[in-house]
T-cell receptor
Framework: LAKTTQPISMDSYEGQEVNITCSHN???????ITWYQQFPSQGPRFIIQ???TKVTNEVASLFIPADRKSSTLSLPRVSLSDTAVYYC????????????????FGQGTTLQVKP | GAVVSQHPSRVICKSGTSVKIECRSL??????MFWYRQFPKKSLMLMAT?????????EQGVEKDKFLINHASLTLSTLTVTSAHPEDSSFYIC?????????????FGPGTRLTVT
């Protein structure tokens, strides 16, 4: 499974756009890129998934360059409730499960949104 | 989206006792479920993969005799922490997977907070 590297933490203010970049230099051809959000004492929640170029849903956008060695999660106009840990995962399948079906979490990025 | 539940949401037990945590897929069948543990301010660590009707596959370093996993049906997997000790106190999260290779969908439960006194 491709290893991912993300910033450990980020700070932002309400109303700002937040971009979290994830590096995955050894991503495989069949790998998808998936982002999860986790609040304290809760299970991870699926945010978005993509393979290449740009994906957008009601919550976020995901930008993936042509070489796919990195990806950027973009959260528009964050609010205090977006304070959470964000995980980037890569693997085969629509939800990044990989050949073994496992989801291996990296360290994640702790986003702190301030008023 | 699909819903995965866990019971109990939190449990306190005395050292030396065993505690069982249930993971249920409420509106879909899950041939595979996964168990994670998470320590404070740390990432999720995969403990084991649970396949319906067969023995669980444990990750390296996870004691299979201490963390008993049973996946008796397509909607239920249980994790039993045997002879619990304070160092077993953690947040245990399950996930349930549906679909086939290339089209997997995996959903997480809300977690169970275990405190061993």
């Amino acid at each position: 499974l491709a290893k991912t590297t993300q910033p450990i933490s980020m700070d932002s203010y309400e109303g700002q756009e937040v971009n979290i970049t994830c590096s995955h230099n050894n991503i495989a051809t069949n790998d998808y890129i998936t982002w999860y959000q986790q609040f304290p004492s809760q299970g991870p929640r699926f945010i978005i998934q993509g393979y290449k170029t740009k994906v957008t849903n009601e919550v976020a956008s995901l930008f993936i360059p042509a070489d796919r060695k990195s990806s950027t999660l973009s959260l528009p106009r964050v609010s205090l409730s977006d304070t959470a840990v964000y995980y980037c995962l890569v693997g085969e399948g629509r939800r990044g499960s990989g050949n073994t079906g496992k989801l291996i979490f990296g360290q994640g990025t702790t986003l702190q949104v301030k008023p | 989206g699909a819903v995965v539940s866990q019971h109990p949401s939190r449990v306190i037990c005395k050292s030396g006792t065993s505690v069982k945590i249930e993971c249920r897929s409420l509106d879909f069948q899950a041939t595979t479920m996964f168990w994670y543990r998470q320590f404070p301010k740390k990432s999720l660590m995969l403990m084991a993969t649970s396949n319906e009707g067969s023995k669980a596959t444990y990750e390296q370093g996870v004691e299979k005799d201490k963390f008993l996993i049973n996946h008796a049906s397509l909607t239920l997997s249980t994790l039993t922490v045997t002879s619990a000790h304070p160092e077993d106190s953690s947040f245990y999260i399950c996930s349930a997977r549906t679909g086939t290779r290339g089209t997997y969908e995996q959903y997480f439960g809300p977690g169970t907070r275990l405190t061993v006194t």
